[in-house]
Structure formats: structure tokens, C-alpha cells
């Protein structure tokens, strides 16, 4: 048996249940938000603002560059703006890249004044460790990260990690008709 509190909350929620079902299943229209247009009042707005584009368009027709310019757009797409990787890109120069760790550095992210350096999918900041290969991050550069580990002897081994971008392939844009 139910305690009386239980009971009452049980009851309350079937209320509420019934009350919600009575509402939904009446066919009443719905109420419209306060503050809210209507559907019929958001399409003549955008009908309005359409009006009102077109006739700013009439005022100021385009000169003779603009209209250069659209014809232009029509006849030749622009040049897609993305490339195709043929392969790994390694920053030239580099020597004594952290080879065999597992560990490819994929880009950087800048979070206000701070640089993170996605390396193997996980962001690091300079001096951090980078988990299970003793590397800490010592310097981040767009096209490469450095990093340093200290061996037994107190020595310490400098990498630089170059930037791998994953292959991309060209996505051709259409513009106009």
C-alpha cells in the first residue's frame, strides 16, 4: 500500500495526465505565444522586406563593375577554395621528426590569447606532457609543434612534430543558374 503523501502525489500526476490528454485530444486551436507572430504574420513581413529589397535595387541600379562582375559569377564558377592533398605535408626543414610515437599533429586551436596544439586528437598547451611518451610541448607553430624530452642523463631531446593534414578532395560550387 502506498503512503499517504505517495498517494497523493500519484494522483496529482494522473490529474495532470488526463487534464494534458483532455487538451490535446478536445481540438481546440492551439494558443499563440505571447509576443510570437503567427505564420501568416511572419510571410507577409518576409514578403515585405522582400518589397522593399527589390525596390531599394530599382533606386540604385548596379554599375557597370557589379554587373561585371554577376556575369562573370555566371559564366566562370569561382575556384573552389579547398585543395587536394596528394599526401602527408611535412614542414620542410624538418629534421628529427618524433617518429615511431604514434603521434601526429593535426592543427592548433586558439581559445583567446591561448594556443592548443591537437596532437593524436587531444589538445595540449605548451608545457604539457603528452600522455605515455615523456614529450612536452615546447613551442606551437601552424605548420608544427616542438617538442622536448629529458632522458636519464639530464639531456634533453628536441622534435618537431609537422603538421599532417588529412587528404582533401576538391568540391566543385555552383553559382547561379
Not at 610541448?137 to 632522458?151: A, G, T
Request: net charge neutral; charged share 25%.
Amino acid at each position: 500500500m502506498l503512503q499517504k503523501r505517495q498517494a497523493i502525489l500519484v494522483g496529482l500526476m494522473l490529474l495532470t495526465l488526463g487534464y494534458a490528454a483532455f487538451d490535446l485530444l478536445s481540438g481546440k486551436p492551439g494558443k499563440q505565444a505571447a509576443g510570437r507572430p503567427s505564420v501568416e504574420e511572419a510571410r507577409q513581413e518576409a514578403a515585405r522586406t522582400v518589397q522593399a529589397a527589390r525596390q531599394m535595387l530599382e533606386k540604385t541600379p548596379m554599375t557597370e563593375v557589379d554587373q561585371y562582375r554577376v556575369d562573370l559569377l555566371r559564366r566562370e564558377p569561382p575556384l573552389s577554395p579547398f585543395y587536394a592533398s596528394e599526401g602527408e605535408f611535412f614542414f620542410p626543414g624538418s629534421s628529427g621528426v618524433a617518429e615511431g610515437d604514434g603521434l601526429s599533429y593535426k592543427g592548433f586551436v586558439r581559445a583567446g590569447d591561448r594556443l592548443l596544439a591537437v596532437i593524436s586528437g587531444v589538445e595540449y598547451a605548451v608545457g604539457e606532457e603528452i600522455e605515455g611518451t615523456g614529450f612536452v610541448v615546447s613551442s606551437i607553430q601552424p605548420s608544427y609543434v616542438e617538442l622536448v624530452r629529458k632522458d636519464g642523463g639530464g639531456r634533453v631531446g628536441a622534435r618537431k612534430l609537422p603538421l599532417v593534414e588529412d587528404p582533401v578532395k576538391t568540391v566543385d560550387v555552383k553559382v547561379g543558374r
